[in-house]
């Protein structure tokens, strides 16, 4: 592949790194790009998990050495995100993801809605989470990522701040346990299938580090409003790929 569509992608992959640690969404740029790049479907989708695991750990990394991470909650959140994605890619084929996508476009209106209404805890009064609802959090979301994916993040996030009391950047952070999490048990799978395009992953990789940091240095520093700000923008841009999708 040419080097100008590596260093493309490597770009794309920075702005999507540091949009994926505020709110998530990062596949919304990143994804499309490798599409266009030439990328058969199934590689593009193996190959998005490859670079976007990067972004995600960076991120975590940036919110744990900040002390964003609830670290007690982390120890089995991040155990029960990973087993919950191996769980759903195993399931699959299982699914039908044509008819799944109506219902997530409604889950996360939803989630767009309890978001606007309700009014997340404040960032120095953050409350403990409830352990139960955010272990059961964690599995769910976590599985729902191995076999979908759109709007994990999001979906994270508003439950650890409607059911958890978190406040946005907590929300944020603590999501980024189970997004990681989700995502190295995508690249353990797809790697075994041999499916990822590491000569693309690995620089991509790059980008992705960098806006990770990026992105959850922006969260802890322009706090609720940002974050709010990016999730809503992020969950407004999934409904329309999804309704796009639908039609198609």
Same mark, same amino acid.
């Given at each position: 592949?040419?080097?100008?569509?590596?260093?493309?992608?490597?770009?794309?992959?920075?702005?999507?790194?540091?949009?994926?640690?505020?709110?998530?969404?990062?596949?919304?740029?990143?994804?499309?790009?490798?599409?266009?790049?030439?990328?058969?479907?199934?590689?593009?989708?193996?190959?998005?998990?490859?670079?976007?695991?990067?972004?995600?750990?960076?991120?975590?990394?940036?919110?744990?050495?900040?002390?964003?991470?609830?670290?007690?909650?982390?120890?089995?959140?991040?155990?029960?995100?990973?087993?919950?994605?191996?769980?759903?890619?195993?399931?699959?084929?299982?699914?039908?993801?044509?008819?799944?996508?109506?219902?997530?476009?409604?889950?996360?209106?939803?989630?767009?809605?309890?978001?606007?209404?309700?009014?997340?805890?404040?960032?120095?009064? @953050?409350?403990?989470?409830?352990?139960? *609802?955010?272990?059961? &959090?964690?599995? #769910? =979301? +976590? %599985?729902?990522?191995?076999?979908? /994916?759109?709007?994990?993040?999001?979906?994270?996030?508003?439950?650890?701040?409607?059911?958890?009391?978190?406040?946005?950047?907590?929300?944020?952070?603590?999501?980024?346990?189970?997004?990681?999490?989700?995502?190295?048990?995508?690249?353990?799978?797809?790697?075994?299938?041999?499916?990822?395009?590491? @000569?693309?992953?690995?620089?991509?990789? *790059?980008?992705?580090? &960098?806006?990770? #940091? =990026? +992105? %959850?240095?922006?969260?802890?520093? /322009?706090?609720?409003?940002?974050?709010?700000?990016?999730?809503?923008?992020?969950?407004?841009?999934?409904?329309?790929?999804?309704?796009?999708?639908?039609?198609?």
């Amino acid at each position: 592949m040419p080097v100008a569509t590596i260093v493309l992608l490597s770009l794309a992959s920075l702005g999507a790194g540091t949009v994926d640690a505020i709110a998530g969404g990062g596949g919304l740029i990143t994804l499309p790009a490798l599409l266009a790049a030439g990328l058969p479907a199934h590689q593009a989708l193996a190959t998005n998990k490859g670079q976007s695991v990067w972004g995600s750990g960076a991120a975590l990394a940036a919110f744990w050495r900040a002390g964003r991470v609830d670290r007690d909650q982390a120890t089995f959140a991040f155990p029960l995100g990973l087993v919950g994605s191996l769980v759903g890619a195993t399931i699959v084929t299982a699914i039908d993801k044509d008819a799944l996508r109506p219902i997530v476009i409604a889950m996360l209106v939803g989630a767009a809605l309890v978001l606007v209404v309700k009014k997340p805890a404040r960032d120095e009064d @953050a409350p403990q989470a409830r352990w139960w *609802i955010a272990a059961a &959090l964690a599995l #769910v =979301i +976590g %599985a729902y990522d191995g076999f979908f /994916g759109p709007g994990t993040g999001t979906f994270l996030i508003v439950g650890f701040v409607a059911l958890c009391g978190r406040s946005l950047v907590h929300a944020s952070a603590d999501a980024k346990v189970v997004n990681f999490a989700s995502n190295v048990a995508a690249v353990l799978v797809f790697s075994r299938g041999g499916y990822i395009v590491w @000569a693309l992953a690995l620089p991509m990789a *790059i980008g992705q580090l &960098l806006g990770g #940091v =990026i +992105g %959850a240095q922006l969260a802890m520093k /322009g706090g609720e409003r940002i974050v709010r700000g990016v999730v809503l923008a992020v969950s407004g841009a999934l409904i329309v790929k999804l309704l796009v999708d639908l039609i198609e």
